[in-house]
Every structure is written in structure tokens, then in C-alpha cells.
């Protein structure tokens, strides 16, 4: 119903550059507002935007080929992790795109210098008034408003110049609403147990090592130690190799002194370390006590408490809202996560395993968003990079804990009722972790699992989701799920109670936010095993979960389910199952097989 073409052959004389208008635009990409946003006005004309524009990888099979051959502990190159150069070879855009992309971006009169390009060349960054984007992608962008209050400048549709729809895969901000919420659901104040009480009469029988009765109350870094088998390691402080990182957005700051308090309490040979602090494109790192962030203190403290003293980086990475929506406010609205991954790609050595605690419904992110995003973190895998993110919080619903408020249908204008998978936990190229509880461990409820929509289930999967979906009696949640998607979580770790420090007190916290750092612990303690005797450092380890024998060595979680959506859920079943995977690590059954 477009009549573009006819439009421009209308109009050409009007306009100072006849280039512009050659340009027959079609449409790229439509995609409903997810619910709770809505219209609330006209951006200022001279609303700034950093256009992100991601070009077409023709030779991302050959990047996943490698991934796959290097990840998996069966193939001859296995732990033979690629350089920079050779991935960045591997995922950039044919010349042709390349052209096509300055030849569109000059005939609206962008200045070649004013482009910056990834180190890949696969990602155009281009900063512009809103005019000009909507001129250029044939579109009108709106202030949005959330119905929590956030607002951001976007719009459900943009077109490209015909000949570039098959050279870019993805062009935002534009229709990309992702708010990339930190999955932790409850803060409550610690002085509600007496852990006195507790240690005195509860009775643990585990047939495991002893636990604490109080990590039954109140999990602290030792808890994780005792559960997970790690009690004793000492990480060689020696080597520069294992290197553990956090990521952190939404303003979430980590705080210095909460973290010597923390350490303190719970890593008393930590006392006095620190990390080291990366801002991202002006990530703040805010110390001013009453500015710290639940999310990030949770985060930093049990990744690089566990860790300790392996070398720890948190990156803090900028560009969010408060965003004050006038009319001629011109500030930019930036799609942070992309940032973060241009920003770490483009680095020779990133940490090897990285922990992000961040996450959305996957039907909230635009499917071609999800996807480059997605081959970011195989590029990430293939350079050897360990990646663990949060299974979500809303068990089979949508991440939000409130089932008063919970959403289950579709975003397509079709409101069907559904599961919802987690993004980006359903891509298959990152480590997915699920939620346990109590001692001994069992399901928690919130833990997300399930099926992803976007993305297929990947053949290290085969077997074992074949042999889950046996266990799902016949016509069982029909609709729901998708058989056919890539399964998470991969594994799970305790997510509740957690003893974090914030604000100069102790709070408990619960959420798959403290299973990511958690398992992103483990991964690192056993890096530090694998170097120290000469092998390589895991890299994306999925692959190699999946091996029986590597998978077997998990504590099994056969307890608990994950309801939401009005469903009790899937159920925790012998092997994996999609609440909590293959269960939770044992590091010295890991470290035996994995660093003999
Ligand atoms: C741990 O707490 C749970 C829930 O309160 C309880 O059912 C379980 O018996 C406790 N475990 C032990 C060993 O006391
Ligand atoms: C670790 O890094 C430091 C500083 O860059 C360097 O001096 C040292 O030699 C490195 N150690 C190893 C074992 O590579
Ligand atoms: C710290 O932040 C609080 C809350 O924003 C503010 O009221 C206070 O003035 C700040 N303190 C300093 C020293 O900047
Ligand atoms: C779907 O839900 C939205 C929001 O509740 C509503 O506005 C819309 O009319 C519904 N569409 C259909 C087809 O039911
Ligand atoms: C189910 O997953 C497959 C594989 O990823 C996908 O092609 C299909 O569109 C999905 N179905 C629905 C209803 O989302
Ligand atoms: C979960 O287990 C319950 C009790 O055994 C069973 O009734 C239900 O069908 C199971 N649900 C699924 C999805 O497997
Ligand atoms: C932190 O708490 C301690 C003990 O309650 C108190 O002495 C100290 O002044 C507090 N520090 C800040 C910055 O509030």
C-alpha cells in the first residue's frame, strides 16, 4: 500500500540532492509495541539518534562452524579458541554491502567521518537528527511511555532503500523496546532470620559433604562453596588467563564499600582487593553510597567473591533513560546492550567468562535484534569466552514475578496465551542458568525455563529434550511451548536469599541474577583449574555440558516446577528439564574430569 515510487517520481526537483530520492524504499521490519507502552508524543525534530546499523554476516555459518568444532571436547580442535581477527574476518560484510551502505548514508548528506565502524566492519554507528532517520528509513518515530514511567523515542516499522534489504540485517533504535530488566525479584530485610536459631536446630543429613544448617536461611559465598563442592581451592593468583567479568546497566552501580563489607563478612582474604572498573560508552561509576544498585552488588559481589582472587573487570555501560520526553529535548535514547557488545568484541582479550544478570521476554525484542545479538555472543564463544546469563524470574510466564500482572500472550496483535521464553537465555550460544533453593537443593519456583520461539534447538540438545519431552504427558500444555526450540536453562544454581551487601547493611535477594554470577564462579574457578594444568580455558561450554559423562557429574534437581501463565509449569525431572537443566555444579567432580 506503500506508493513510495510513484512519490518519488514526483518530487525529485524539489530536493536539493537528486541522489536522495532514487532511493525506493520497502519495509523492514514492522513490530507491535509490547504491551505497556504507549504513544505519548512527537520527539523534538532534533532528537539525536546513534543509528546502529547492522550488516549482513554472509559468513556467519563458516564463524559457527568453528564455534562448534572448538566447543566441543570431541573434535580435534577442541580449546583451540579463535583470535580476534581471525572472528572478525569471519562475520564482516561483503564490499557490496559496505558501498551501498556509505553511497545511502552520503546521498542524505553523512559525512564519511562522522561514521564509525566495529572492528568487524559489520555494525555502521552513525549519529543523526530524528529528521533524518525518519527520512531515511521512511518512518516516524514517537516518544513511548511505559506504564512504570520509563519513556523512550522509537517507532513499529522502518523501511530501507530496496537494493540494502538484503545487505542489513537490523537497523535500531528503532523498534527495539527492550528495557533489559536485572532478573531479581525479591529484596527483603535480612533482619527477619535468626540465624542463631537456625544453626541450632536444624539437622542437615545430606548424604553430601556437610552444609551449614544456616545456608538453609541465608546464602553467603561459603554456602556456595560447601553446596558446590569448591570448598579448599585456592585459584593461583599467577596467571592472567582466567578472568572473570560483570556487566552492568540500567545505571546500576557497584559499590566499593558495600564490597569490603561484604568481603568482610564473607571473603575475609578479599579485604582491601578490588576490580577493575571499565565504563562503556560513559558507563558512571557512581560511589556515593545511596546511589548503589542491588543488582550490580549482588552481581559483583558473589561472581568475584567465588572467584577470588582470580582477576575481576566490571563493565558499566551507559545510555539509558531518565529520559525527559519534550519536545525539544534532544537527548540520545541508546540501545545499551549492543554497546556493551560492539565495546567488548572490539577487545583483544576480554575476561573468560562474563556474567550478565540482564534480561527481557524474548517476544519484547524484535527477532532480527535477537538474533544479531545472538551472533555477538557466538563471536564471543568462538574467541573462548564463557557467557552465563539468568534463565528469568517468572517461571514459565513472562519474568514478572506478580502473577496479577503477568502477560502470556502474544505481541503479534493475536493475543494467543503462551509460555514465555527469556531472551537472552534462549539463544543457543550462551550458557542459561536456572534457579535452586533450600538445602537440599530443589526447584524454586520462579526459575524460567522453557522453549525458545526464535531460535531452534540446537543439536548438542537432541537428545536430552527428546528424552524431556517423553516425560510431558501426552497433549500437555499443546500450544504452549515449542517443541522444536532451543531449551533452557543449560544448568542452575541457588538463586534465593542471597546475603548481599548494599547500602551498608546486609539484605537477602533473590533471583536468577545470583545464579549467573554464581555458575559464572564456578566456570572461572575451573578455567583457573584447566590453566594450571596447561589446557585451555572452557570457553562456550555448552557444548560440552551436554556430554553425558560432564552432565552426569551434576547434581541433579528432580524437585520443584516452575508454574505461570495460570500452569503449574514444567517439572524438575531426572537429567535435564527446563527449570533448572542438569542441575547445579559439582566444581571438584568438574575439576577431576575436566582439569585431571
Ligand atoms: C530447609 O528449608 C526447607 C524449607 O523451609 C525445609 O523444608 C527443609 O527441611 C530445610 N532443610 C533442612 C535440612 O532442615
Ligand atoms: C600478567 O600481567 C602482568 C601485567 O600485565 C605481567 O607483568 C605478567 O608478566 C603477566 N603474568 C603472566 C603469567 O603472564
Ligand atoms: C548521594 O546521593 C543522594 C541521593 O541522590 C544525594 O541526596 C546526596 O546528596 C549524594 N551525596 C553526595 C555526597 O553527592
Ligand atoms: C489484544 O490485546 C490488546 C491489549 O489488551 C487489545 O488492545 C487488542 O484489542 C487485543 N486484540 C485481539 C485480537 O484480541
Ligand atoms: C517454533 O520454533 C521454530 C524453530 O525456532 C520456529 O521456526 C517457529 O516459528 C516457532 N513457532 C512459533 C509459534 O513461534
Ligand atoms: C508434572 O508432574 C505432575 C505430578 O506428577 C503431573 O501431574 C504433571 O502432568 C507433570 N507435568 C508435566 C508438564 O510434565
Ligand atoms: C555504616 O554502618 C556503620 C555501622 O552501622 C556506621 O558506623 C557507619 O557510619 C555507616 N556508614 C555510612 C556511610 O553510612
Known amino acids: 500500500m506503500r506508493l513510495l515510487p510513484l512519490i518519488a517520481f514526483f518530487v525529485p526537483f524539489t530536493f536539493a540532492d537528486p541522489n536522495t530520492k532514487r532511493w525506493v524504499h520497502r519495509v523492514k521490519e514492522t513490530f507491535d509495541a509490547p504491551r505497556g507502552w504507549t504513544k505519548h508524543s512527537l520527539p523534538s525534530p532534533n532528537h539525536m539518534i546513534e543509528l546502529q546499523i547492522g550488516l549482513r554476516q554472509p559468513n556467519f555459518h563458516i564463524l559457527e562452524q568453528h564455534l562448534w568444532e572448538v566447543s566441543d571436547p570431541d573434535h580435534p580442535r577442541y580449546g583451540q579458541h579463535l583470535f580476534k581477527d581471525e572472528v572478525d574476518a569471519l562475520v564482516a560484510p561483503d564490499d557490496e554491502g559496505l558501498e551501498l551502505v556509505h553511497e545511502w548514508l552520503s546521498s542524505y548528506g553523512v559525512d564519511k567521518n562522522d561514521i564509525t565502524r566495529s572492528s568487524a566492519q559489520d555494525w555502521v554507528r552513525v549519529t543523526l537528527p530524528l529528521q533524518l532517520v525518519e527520512e531515511m528509513l521512511d518512518t516516524s518515530y514517537h516518544v513511548w511511555q511505559h506504564t512504570d514511567g520509563d519513556y523512550l523515542v522509537r517507532t513499529t516499522h522502518y523501511s530501507l532503500p530496496e537494493p540494502l534489504l538484503d545487505h542489513i540485517d537490523v537497523v535500531q533504535p528503532t523498534t527495539l523496546f527492550g528495557r533489559w530488566k536485572g532478573m531479581k525479584s525479591t529484596v527483603l530485610d535480612f533482619e527477619d532470620f535468626d540465624l542463631g536459631n537456625v544453626a541450632n536446630t536444624a539437622k542437615f543429613d545430606s548424604e553430601a559433604d556437610f552444609v551449614d544448617p544456616t545456608c538453609n536461611i541465608s546464602i553467603t559465598v561459603s554456602c556456595l562453596k560447601q553446596l558446590y563442592n569448591a570448598i579448599g581451592y585456592v585459584p593461583s593468583d599467577c596467571n592472567n588467563y582466567s578472568t572473570i567479568g560483570v556487566t552492568a546497566y540500567l545505571e546500576q552501580y557497584a559499590n566499593e564499600a558495600d564490597l569490603q563489607l ?82 567488548v568484541l572490539s577487545h583483544p582479550d576480554p575476561p573468560r567468562v562474563i556474567s550478565t544478570s540482564y534480561g527481557e521476554a524474548e517476544q519484547t525484542v524484535p527477532e532480527s535484534y535477537a538474533r544479531r545479538a545472538c551472533q555477538g555472543f557466538a563471536q564471543l564463544g568462538a574467541r573462548g569466552v564463557t ?69 531452534p534447538r540446537p543439536s548438542y540438545q537432541d537428545a536430552v529434550i527428546e528424552a524431556y519431552l517423553k516425560t510431558i504427558p501426552e497433549g500437555t500444555y499443546e500450544g504452549l511451548f515449542n517443541r522444536s526450540g532451543r531449551g533452557f536453562p543449560d544448568i542452575a544454581a541457588q538463586g534465593s536469599r542471597f546475603r548481599v551487601w548494599y547500602q551498608n547493611t546486609s539484605i537477602s535477594v533473590s533471583g536468577t541474577s545470583a545464579s549467573s554470577p554464581t555458575a559464572a564462579g564456578i566456570f572461572a574457578l575451573l578455567n583457573d583449574a584447566r590453566l594450571s594444568k596447561g589446557l585451555p580455558t572452557l570457553g562456550f561450554v555448552n557444548p560440552l555440558l551436554y556430554k553425558g559423562k560432564v552432565s552426569a557429574t551434576f547434581n541433579d534437581i528432580t524437585v520443584g516446577n516452575n508454574p505461570g501463565c495460570g500452569t503449574p509449569g514444567f517439572n524438575a525431572t531426572k537429567g535435564w528439564d527446563p527449570i533448572t537443566g542438569f542441575g547445579t555444579p559439582n566444581f571438584g567432580r568438574l575439576k577431576e574430569l575436566l582439569a585431571p
Open 262 to 343: 561484604f568481603y568482610h563478612d564473607q571473603v575475609p582474604e578479599a579485604v582491601g582487593s578490588t576490580f577493575d572498573f571499565i565504563s562503556v560508552k560513559g558507563g558512571l561509576n557512581d560511589q556515593n553510597i545511596s546511589l548503589a544498585g542491588v543488582e550490580a552488588n549482588l552481581d559483583v559481589q558473589f561472581a568475584f567473591g567465588l572467584a577470588f582472587p582470580i582477576p575481576r573487570t566490571f563493565y558499566s555501560t551507559a545510555g539509558r533513560p531518565p529520559f525527559i520526553p519534550d519536545a525539544t529535548s534532544t537527548e540520545n535514547t541508546n540501545e545499551p546492550y549492543n554497546d556493551w557488545l560492539d565495546f
Open 387 to 455: 557467557m552465563t546469563f539468568p534463565s528469568g524470574d517468572g517461571g514459565v510466564g513472562d519474568g514478572n514475578p506478580d502473577p496479577a500482572t503477568q502477560q502470556c500472550q502474544t505481541n503479534d496483535g493475536q493475543n494467543r496465551t503462551q509460555f514465555m521464553p527469556s531472551f537472552p537465555a534462549g539463544c543457543p550460544y550462551v550458557t542459561a542458568i536456572g534457579a535452586t533453593v533450600n538445602v537440599p537443593e530443589i526447584a524454586v519456583d520462579f526459575s524460567g525455563g522453557g522453549f525458545s520461539n526464535y531460535f
